[in-house]
Each structure stands twice: as C-alpha cells, then as structure tokens.
C-alpha cells in the first residue's frame, strides 16, 4: 500500500492545432487508504485526470507515482489500478460470475478455484452471491454496479479509480450506494479516486476533496474546509446549495459599497480589503438571517419575492433596491410569504470576501 501522487501534472490535447490545456500543473498526494473525491463542472479536466492515472492516457507533463515509483510511464496492466466506469462497461454474454472472474483471469495466475472463492466471497460482500449465475441483461441498474465493482474488487487493487460510477442510478439507489460505496472502501481501506460533478456527492463521500476548474486544481480539502474556508469565489460557488449568494462592492475605507446598500467593516475585517479596491462580498443562504429587530447592525429592509420549500426548509429568495436578489434559507415552521417584507441580516462573523479581480 502506498500514496498517489500527482506531482505537477498537465495535459495538452492539440484539438485541429489549438492547444486544449485539460489538466494543468495538478499537484496532489492522495494518502494510502484515503478517498479523494474529484469534483467540478463538465469539461473541467476531471476524466482526463483519471485516466491518466489509469494510464489511458498520456502525460504531457510532470509525474504520477505510487509510494516512489514513477507510473506515469508504465503500461495500464502494470499499474495494480482497477477502474468502475458509469457506462458499467459489464461483457453482456458473460454471467455475472464470469465477469467478476474475468478481470483477475487476465490479471493473474491464480488457480481457478482460488479465484472461484474470492469472487463469491466479494458476490457475498456486496449482496449479489444469488445473482451470480445470470446475465447483466436480468439485472437491474444498481445490481449492475455491484457486479462493476465487484469485479474491481476481486482485483485487489492498490488504487481504485471511479468515473461517476453511481450517475445512472436513480436518486434513492444513488444516495443508498454512496453510503454503502463509502463502507465498503473504508472496510478494504484501498486508495480510492473518485469523480463526480455532483457537489452534494463530493461533500457527503470524501476524506478530502479535490476542486477543479478549467483544468487546474482549485482546493484540495475536507469538506468541511472547503465549505467553511473556501479558498477562492469559484469554491465559494460551487460548494452549498443552494449557491452563496455573491454581492459585488467597491472598497472605501471601512465600508463597502454598491448603488443598493453599503456594509460596515469592523477593523478585523477592514484588514482584509486593504489595498484592494473592489471585493465580492459572500454570505451563504443558511447565514443569512431573518430578524424582527432592524436596529440590530448589518440589517437590510428587503421583500420576500419566492418562498420554495426544500423538505424541512425554506429558500426564501429576498428583493431589495432594484432587482437585487439573494437567498435565505429558513427552518420549515416559520412563516414567512411572498410579498411580505422582512428585514434580513448579514452577520459579519459568516460573510467572506473576495479580492474581485481575482477572486481569492
Ligand atoms: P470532465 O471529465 O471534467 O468533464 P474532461 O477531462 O473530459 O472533463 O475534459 C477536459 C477538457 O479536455 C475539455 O475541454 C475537453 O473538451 C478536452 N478533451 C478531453 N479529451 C480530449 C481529446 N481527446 N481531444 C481534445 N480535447 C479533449
């Protein structure tokens, strides 16, 4: 057992001679046993990465290596790496048994009764030992996904790698799989990378998450990190929903200002815009609160223009000055109405701030 590490990794692709930069400089340690969650929007470099790993594709620059040695020039089958793919990517004329057993068939020379206890040992694991006679086409889409990571399992990989793997599944197998996907990896205690787009999966799956964005690496962090002390304004958005809410201020002195409202600094604060002319201002929905009192400071006359319910909660989307809109989220027993006015407060301890020209 060893770290994955991912020492300033790039990829170029020449797309019609334009340079397409998928993944830039990423440099990250993924520790033994430990669960990284890849997550950010579509096109963001997220399978490129995987797949270098898996050695599907090449590496334009830097290194990968497992422990200390360099993998990034070895062949796919040497690299003790088992991928789950969303597709499943199961052979449809095999039985589940025989897909389970096809991959350590290639991989190696155990006996065929070894390798017939160790696929039904793994079947047991996941649930599927009385399935294992029929064929992917008999089986429903979540026992499909056992029977695709059964077969890296049998592997006993140093690293499993997983490109959205639960993304086909309904919303209920989905959240029932993440948490049996997270036992399982933490019971084999194998090296797990793991992509998704889905922020709600990366926030509830991983030890760490890692953040990309247009090919380069924006935060690697627990969750909880990265939520409370996102490193820049693309975390700050990408992570919660619903999304922080985003106010953009000019910098005079101790207050903030724009055409609807302006925002006192406390001197703490205040050091943090210095020498900066322009800052996003960002509250997230939860922080924002409703108060009765307007005398309170940072309070703000605004009027309920949406309420959406959310399960045990509300998204109340509040106007004020002309089409200024944000979001608070409030508990479920509150009353609160479209077209009543409420005076909402954005307490200093929750907001964060942006330098605006860079986002950080
Ligand atoms: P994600 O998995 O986050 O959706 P990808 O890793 O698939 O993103 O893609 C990252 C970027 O690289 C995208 O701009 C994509 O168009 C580009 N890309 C991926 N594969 C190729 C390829 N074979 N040739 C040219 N460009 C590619």
């Not at 990378?193 to 990366?202: L, R, S």
């Given at each position: 057992m060893a770290d994955l590490t991912l020492d300033h990794v790039s990829k170029f692709f020449d797309d019609g001679g334009s340079k397409v930069v998928a993944v830039d400089d990423a440099s990250v340690t993924i520790e033994d046993g430990e669960f990284l969650v890849l997550v950010g929007p579509s096109g963001c470099g997220k399978s490129t990465t995987l797949r270098m790993i898996a050695g599907l594709e090449t590496v334009s620059e830097g290194q990968i290596r497992l422990g200390d040695e360099r993998m990034d020039n070895r062949p796919p089958r040497d690299r003790d790496i088992a991928m789950v793919f969303q597709s499943y990517a199961l052979y449809p004329h095999m039985s589940v048994r025989g897909n389970m057993r096809f991959g350590l068939e290639e991989s190696t020379d155990m006996a065929d009764a070894d390798i017939d206890a160790v696929v039904e040992e793994t079947a047991d694991m996941l649930g599927i030992a009385d399935l294992l006679d029929r064929k992917p086409g008999e089986l429903s889409g979540g026992q499909q996904q056992r029977v695709a990571l059964g077969r890296a399992i049998v592997r006993d990989p140093e690293v499993f790698l997983m490109d959205e793997p639960l993304s086909n599944l309904d919303a209920k197998l989905r959240s029932q799989m993440r948490t049996e996907l997270q036992r399982l990896q933490e019971e084999l205690g194998v090296t797990t990378?793991?992509?998704?787009?889905?922020?709600?999966?990366?926030m509830t799956m991983g030890d760490r998450i890692a953040i990309l964005n247009d090919g380069e690496l924006q935060q690697v962090a627990t969750p909880l990190e990265a939520y409370h002390r996102p490193a820049n304004r693309f975390v700050a958005g990408f992570i919660g929903e619903p999304s922080m809410n985003f106010f953009e201020m000019e910098v005079h002195g101790d207050t903030l200002a724009n055409d609807t409202f302006t925002y006192d600094l406390s001197p703490r604060s205040k050091e943090a815009v210095e020498g900066t002319s322009r800052v996003t201002l960002g509250i997230r929905p939860e922080d924002v609160e409703l108060v009765s009192d307007d005398e309170l400071d940072h309070t703000y006359e605004t009027s309920v223009d949406v309420v959406e319910p959310m399960g045990n909660e509300n998204a109340?989307?509040?106007?004020?000055?002309?089409?200024?809109?944000?979001?608070?989220?409030?508990?479920?027993?509150?009353?609160?109405?479209?077209?009543?006015?409420?005076?909402?407060?954005?307490?200093?301890?929750?907001?964060?701030?942006?330098?605006?020209?860079?986002?950080?």
């Open positions: 990378v793991y992509v998704t787009h889905d922020q709600t999966e990366a109340v989307y509040l106007e004020f000055g002309t089409e200024r809109r944000f979001v608070a989220t409030v508990g479920g027993m509150r009353r609160v109405e479209a077209g009543q006015s409420a005076v909402a407060r954005l307490p200093e301890e929750a907001i964060h701030l942006f330098d605006a020209a860079t986002g950080e």
